[in-house]
């Protein structure tokens, strides 16, 4: 560690990192565009730029981003003429900014913005015309640019090179005429092209499933971890008023993701807002599915249970440790070994996020006892029982909706997931809640531990599938007194 | 212009200068010889080029020897070493590197391999801006002379030293003279500047150790190693020393490519080589190094060429390539012209540049249509402010920055007679007529 003074006080900084991770880190407000601390910095935007003296030589301005910490350096964020160069170098980036903020999907959380309100830069010098260039120019199935917004500070482009090892962005032209752009006008490629969205430190590149969908100070936002690969990247879930997700963005997370996610887990956010979800208990009678209470539905469960019994049970791989605990139990009572089904090989596999295996608590649930099985291995199984419990988010879909109907009728089918299968799927279902809807822990593929936030409150009638399977408990066992 | 050995020149203005048996013929390549037999030490040439005071030609006036003592030790540093020759010669008003590479590309190459004996370079890379074909054509044919000679290639004059050296042809982007920007588009890239530090010679082209030197810089090198350090040391002013070659335009009676001793004054340099002002009018504003070094009225006339007297004078030597308004133009007209060449040369990196540059020629352009404002004077103070001094990647924003600020703080009754008739009060300017600049040495 390097010692220096940052605006007075005695600190440590990291040698390896530039001045402006130590200013950041110790609570300096530096603005910064060109700079992203999972990017090489360039040095390019000049926004960073503080007053450093070094032993006897004359104090001056330089750019944090691209000036190293040296032992006994004295840094001052706001000495006068640091500060007149940041506020100099705003006024430039924002002579051609099309200033078109309210209508711009960053606002809110947009760097320029903030620094512009921070420096009270409510007027701006120029009476020249602004930069007309193009507002909606489509960078492929993801992206949106505004070529306008842009303040060309490469993060887009660096990303590619450096992250992906796939250079598909550059800069085109020169001088006030630059652009960015793709080769030949290309669409992008590839399995990351959200992160650019998200690196942008404008409202330049915009997803398109974000376009005009929210507000961002609307947004509740909770942290979360994604389900969509047993990589389980850091993630903040943004929710809408009503609780409609909105977004899902990669959070810093150094054991696992650092600042990125993939597009598939990024956009799987609209399977959260599909709108059959199962609130409470369906039974399935002669006279066709029947409303009923939970409490009802898992007397009625244990009934079956213990009527038909011993069952076959099958979980998700998407069961927190938590869930995954009481569901163990539930299966030992019932003399059925813990086993859950997991989908094939995603061929989403790269070097980078994605694992390719589907089972974002894969090495959770293996942990606990449970052991892996394909979908077909499941039905076989179903087909030779007289009884099944299916437990968990997803579970219906990865059996197969269509193969459940085609079991035996004689079979009794308990499921514990989010949506409604169609009839004849099951005998009883009791709703569940989602991933965004429950706390707990999903091991990832290199046993780091990401934690489940409760984004919005579950559906009403759902409870925890915890408390669901203690109840089930409960009322297997007072059916065993009972007899 | 008291009477002087004009060294650089003489050679180019001999019948067939640019041909080896030419150049051989007047003690061409002894200078390498000398290097090469005489057992002078790699450092031992650059304390010849220390001692002599030889600074950069390119526009920095930074002290050669010293560059070439930054290289890393090759014992230490076993890296793949170069040296990239800075041929673009981009800055406007600026035409001295074409005369010695059309005229002596023999004096260039002997000049490349002493500095790379000097450096211990094995491969030198000659960036030649795209517009200069013919001097392209005669470097490239010098180095084929010589390699027939045995002067470029393996084990020269029969030494241990081998040195290659290959022609590079820019694509016309002012930026690629920048010495970074020019490494990038020499490794294919995007011309433009690179963040310093890391400096060359620690990180130059592909990442290694490299020098940067301009054409002029190096044409001086021979005669530094054959006549020796003191003599080019008592040539100049004590900190500036040796002949330079300026190049004079604008509106004077013989434009052209002089040389003189550092220290010469502009008006010697005006009305002795260039024969004055032309039509016998008077001298308004004139630009001592370049576009880049901003304008000085006509009573700085006496001020002297060399490092610190144009630095005292609030200006530069730059490339000292002198450019004459005469009475008839308009300074605002001119700086506009300048204004727009920086913002269409401007990379785009930097924030300050890329938009500053732009500013400025959309203000400059105003107010020559007569459509400024009279706080369009202190706003372009204050943007040039903003621009410069070192707040960017490189010195592109501050080339736009000092005329800027050359033209508020000695033409400001023209701004302001701009702003106030609301029209360009000098009419059209008459045309330069086209005057070949070669040999022009009077």
Redesign the interface.
């Known amino acids: 560690m390097t010692r220096i003074t940052i605006d007075g006080r005695a600190v440590e900084a990291d040698p390896k990192k530039p001045l402006i991770h130590a200013c950041h880190q110790h609570a300096a407000h530096v603005p910064m565009y060109c700079y992203h601390p999972g990017l090489t910095p360039v040095g390019s935007c000049r926004i960073c730029q503080v007053e450093v003296k070094q032993g006897e030589m004359p104090a001056r301005v330089v750019v944090a981003c691209r000036t190293p910490v040296a032992e006994g350096m004295v840094v001052d964020t706001e000495a006068p003429k640091a500060h007149e160069a940041r506020r100099q170098c705003l006024e430039f980036l924002l002579k051609n900014h099309p200033l078109d903020c309210p209508i711009c999907d960053k606002a809110g959380e947009c760097d320029l913005q903030d620094y512009a309100f921070l420096e009270n830069q409510g007027q701006g010098r120029s009476v020249e015309p602004r930069r007309k260039l193009e507002k909606r120019k489509s960078l492929g199935e993801v992206i949106v640019l505004d070529e306008e917004r842009c303040i060309l500070c490469s993060r887009c482009v660096r990303f590619f090179e450096e992250v992906t090892k796939k250079p598909q962005l550059t800069v085109a032209g020169m001088g006030a005429r630059s652009v960015i752009a793709t080769f030949a006008d290309r669409p992008l490629e590839g399995n990351y092209q959200g992160n650019i969205a998200d690196v942008c430190p404008v409202g330049a590149l915009t997803l398109k499933k974000f376009r005009f969908q929210a507000r961002v100070w609307n947004l509740k936002k909770t942290p979360s971890t994604c389900g969509e690969c047993s990589r389980g990247c850091a993630i903040t879930v943004e929710v809408l008023r009503k609780g409609e997700v909105k977004r899902l963005r990669p959070r810093y997370e150094p054991a696992v993701n650092q600042w990125w996610m993939c597009d598939h887990g990024r956009f799987s956010f609209e399977r959260f807002n599909a709108e059959d979800r199962l609130q409470g208990a369906v039974a399935y009678g002669p006279r066709g599915a029947e409303a009923i209470d939970v409490e009802q539905a898992l007397d009625a469960a244990a009934g079956l249970l213990r009527v038909h019994g011993p069952p076959a049970v099958y979980v998700s791989p998407w069961l927190t440790v938590e869930e995954g605990e009481r569901a163990r139990a539930l299966a030992e009572r019932v003399g059925a070994p813990p086993r859950f089904v997991a989908p094939p090989p995603s061929p989403l596999k790269d070097d980078l996020l994605h694992t390719g295996d589907p089972c974002p608590n894969r090495r959770g649930l293996v942990e606990l006892g449970f052991s892996a099985v394909s979908a077909a291995e499941a039905l076989e199984g179903l087909r030779s029982a007289a009884c099944a419990l299916l437990i968990g988010e997803r579970i219906v879909e990865l059996v197969g909706e269509d193969a459940l109907r085609s079991l035996p009728a004689a079979l009794r089918l308990v499921v514990l997931d989010t949506t409604v299968p169609a009839a004849s799927a099951s005998s009883l279902s009791i709703g569940v809640p989602n991933a965004v809807e429950r706390t707990g822990t999903w091991v990832n593929v290199d046993g780091h531990r990401g934690l489940l936030g409760a984004a919005r409150p579950a559906p009403s009638g759902v409870a925890p599938l915890v408390r669901t399977l203690e109840g089930l408990e409960r009322a297997l066992a007072a059916a065993e007194v009972a007899r | 212009v008291k009477p002087h050995e004009t060294y650089l020149l003489d050679r180019c203005n001999r019948e067939g200068s640019q041909r080896l048996e030419v150049y051989r013929a007047h003690g061409g390549y002894g200078a390498l010889e000398k290097v090469l037999k005489q057992g002078f030490t790699p450092a031992q040439v650059i304390q010849l080029v220390k001692d002599s005071g030889l600074r950069g030609r390119g526009g920095a006036g930074f002290s050669t020897g010293l560059k070439w003592s930054f290289m890393p030790d090759p014992e230490k540093d076993p890296r793949a070493r170069y040296l990239a020759v800075n041929a673009d010669e981009s800055e406007p008003g600026t035409c001295k590197d074409r005369v010695l590479m059309e005229k002596d590309p023999h004096g260039l190459v002997e000049g490349i391999l002493i500095a790379c004996y000097a450096m211990r370079i094995e491969t030198a890379y000659v960036y030649v801006r795209g517009e200069y074909r013919l001097p392209y054509r005669r470097v490239e044919e010098a180095i084929e002379e010589a390699r027939a000679a045995g002067l470029v290639g393996k084990q020269i004059l029969g030494s241990a030293f081998s040195c290659e050296i290959r022609m590079h042809k820019g694509a016309g ?1 002012y ?1 690629c003279g920048e010495e970074t920007g020019l490494m990038e588009s020499l490794e294919g890239k ?1 011309g433009q500047p690179r ?1 310093k530090p890391p400096f060359p010679a620690g990180f130059g082209l592909w990442g290694q150790p490299t020098t940067v030197n301009n054409v002029e810089t190096l044409q001086n090198v021979p005669f530094i190693v054959e006549r020796g350090p003191q003599w080019f040391a008592a040539i100049g002013t004590p900190k500036s020393a040796g002949n330079i070659l300026v190049g004079i335009s604008g509106h004077v009676e013989r434009p052209g490519v002089y040389e003189v001793p550092l220290g010469t004054s502009a008006r010697e340099i005006l009305e002795d080589l260039a024969g004055g002002v032309w039509k016998r009018r008077k001298l308004k504003a004139w630009i001592p190094g370049g576009s880049s070094t901003g304008f000085l009225p006509a009573s700085l006339i006496d001020v002297k060429l060399d490092h610190d007297s144009l630095r005292e004078a609030g200006s530069m030597l730059g490339t000292a390539s002198m450019i004459v308004l005469d009475e008839t133009a308009c300074t605002v007209r001119a700086m506009e012209t300048i204004a727009r060449f920086y ?17 400025l020629h ?2 400059f352009a105003r107010l020559e249509r007569g459509q400024g ?1 009279a706080e369009d004077i202190d ?1 372009l103070t ?1 943007l040039a ?3 410069a001094p ?4 490189c010195a592109l924003s501050d080339a736009a920055a000092i005329p800027t600020h050359s033209i508020v703080r000695h033409f400001r009754a023209e701004l302001e007679q701009h702003v106030r008739e609301r029209r360009c009060p000098l009419a059209a300017p008459e045309a330069s007529p086209r005057r070949a600049v070669l040999g022009a040495h009077a």
């Not at chain 2, 990196?349 to 732009?358: A, D, K, N």
């Open positions: 982007a930026i995007r963040p913002d269409h040369e401007s990379c785009g990196q930097c924030s300050q540049c890329r938009e500053g540059t732009q500013w959309q203000i404002r706003l204050s402010n903003g621009m070192g707040k960017t990647i």
